[in-house]
T-cell receptor, first 113, second 115 residues
Framework: QQQVKQSPQSLIVQKGGISIINCAYE??????FPWYQQFPGKGPALLIA?????SEKKEGRFTISFNKSAKQFSLHIMDSQPGDSATYFCAASRNNQGGKLIFGQGTELSVKP | NAGVMQNPRHLVRRRGQEARLRCSPMKGHSHVYWYRQLPEEGLKFMVY????????ESGMPKERFSAEFPKEGPSILRIQQVVRGDSAAYFC?????????????FGPGTRLTVL
């Protein structure tokens, strides 16, 4: 199976709060899991990515948690800011498939001041 | 260091016309991917190309769609005889060969509207 399921579809968080977006995958051959941020009218921008040999990766306010046995990974945005309001996509790919990305359905995040 | 460039940014076509979308990858990148984003949906893989070669076209519709990445010049996604269902944002991404080739960087997209 090639599917990546993302939840929630939309999320409202107060400024300073923690935003959490979850993704689940089925294909155990996936070996690269990026998160992209997309603002209206713009292209997706690579935010942070993880490979399955680690369980967590942190870059600034953004953290990916990865649970290989559960086939799940999540994005945590600490100290959420109104400027973080965007649509977030998780994705997965396989090395031996040329790296084509299989995307989740997206989460529209709104951070209220 | 210019990013991925796409043009045009907006394209309007009438049913039955042809649409040509162009993508210039980032400097040093020789892998190009095309994705389509329908309204209120995620991105769907269409095709993966390297210079002069189509590597994976498993996401391309069987008819009317074609893609190329010539030795010189940009990658082209061509849609013949467009229909209203082709209206979408088309994104190109590029990556570098080597251990980081999974890291794909996206262009701003071409928004195609079919009247």
């Amino acid at each position: 199976q090639q599917q990546v399921k993302q939840s929630p579809q939309s999320l409202i968080v107060q400024k300073g709060g923690i935003s959490i977006i979850n993704c689940a995958y089925e294909n155990t051959a996936f070996d690269y899991f990026p998160w992209y941020q997309q603002f209206p009218g713009k292209g997706p921008a690579l935010l942070i990515a993880i490979r399955p040999d680690v369980s967590e990766k942190k870059e600034g306010r953004f953290t990916i948690s990865f649970n290989k046995s559960a086939k799940q990974f999540s994005l945590h945005i600490m100290d959420s800011q109104p400027g973080d309001s965007a649509t977030y996509f998780c994705a997965a790919s396989r090395n031996n498939q040329g790296g084509k990305l299989i995307f989740g359905q997206g989460t529209e995040l709104s951070v209220k001041p | 260091n210019a990013g991925v460039m796409q043009n045009p940014r907006h394209l309007v076509r009438r049913r039955g016309q042809e649409a040509r979308l162009r993508c210039s990858p980032m400097k040093g990148h020789s892998h190009v991917y095309w994705y389509r984003q329908l309204p209120e949906e995620g991105l769907k893989f269409m095709v993966y190309l390297q210079k002069e070669n189509i590597i994976d076209e498993s996401g391309m519709p069987k008819e009317r769609f074609s893609a190329e990445f010539p030795k010189e010049g940009p990658s082209i996604l061509r849609i013949q005889q467009v229909v209203r269902g082709d209206s979408a944002a088309y994104f190109c991404a590029s990556s570098t060969p080597g251990p980081l080739y999974n890291e794909q960087f996206f262009g701003p997209g071409t928004r195609l509207t079919v009247l």
